[in-house]
């Protein structure tokens, strides 16, 4: 059935001659696309303790965790507190020493740095582990052993917080 008007019929026929022919499709190279880190990822850091090293470092965070109730803020954890004393002796060079003994005693205390501040301060290229000649679970433990020995010799607990 055609139209009416014949200039209508005309264009009907000149679409169905001129239907493109596909020509395969040229494979293009797929971009990777490199993803982003996330800005607030974690690196989850394990340092050896011996008993002693921690019931301090739990008496510690009983200790703070009192203090902050009476604050009226939330109380503190283990890890966050760990974190908190590897993050203030990498922020004080001054007060660290690199003379603790240290032995794999197989029972851990974690930590939860940035992935950015474990990268720049620690584990990357540049890191005090690659400039001290240790593993990064020793450098943490040195780091964190020596806040913990500044806090006994009179530090101020607060200036952490």
């Known amino acids: ?3 009416i008007n014949p200039l209508f019929n005309e264009q009907r026929i000149i679409k169905e001659q001129s239907k ?14 490199v ?3 996330r800005a607030d990822k974690t690196h989850k850091l394990k340092f050896p303790v011996t008993n002693i090293e921690r019931m301090k470092l739990q008496s510690l ?7 902050l109730k009476s604050k009226g803020a939330e109380p503190i954890q283990q890890t966050k507190l760990n974190t908190l004393l590897l993050h ?7 007060i660290l020493e690199w003379d603790w003994p240290y ?10 740095l940035l992935e950015t501040v474990f990268e720049r301060e620690i584990g990357g290229p540049y890191g005090l582990a690659i400039r001290k000649g240790l593993s990064e679970r020793k450098t943490a433990y040195m780091v964190i052993m ?3 020995k500044w806090l006994e010799g009179g530090g101020n607990i607060e ?3």
């Not at 499709?25 to 696309?33: C, D, F, G, M, T």
């Not at 032995?103 to 939860?112: I, P």
């Open 146 to 148: 020596s806040v913990l």
């Open 35 to 37: 993803r982003q880190i």
């Open 1 to 3: 059935m055609g139209y």
């Open 20 to 33: 493109p022919v596909l020509l395969p499709e040229i494979k293009q190279e797929k971009k990777v696309k």
């Open 103 to 112: 032995k794999d005693s197989k029972h851990y205390m974690h930590t939860n």
């Open 61 to 67: 965070c009983k200790q703070v965790q009192r203090s």
């Open 159 to 161: 200036e952490i917080f």
């Open 88 to 94: 203030y002796g990498l922020n004080n060079p001054a």
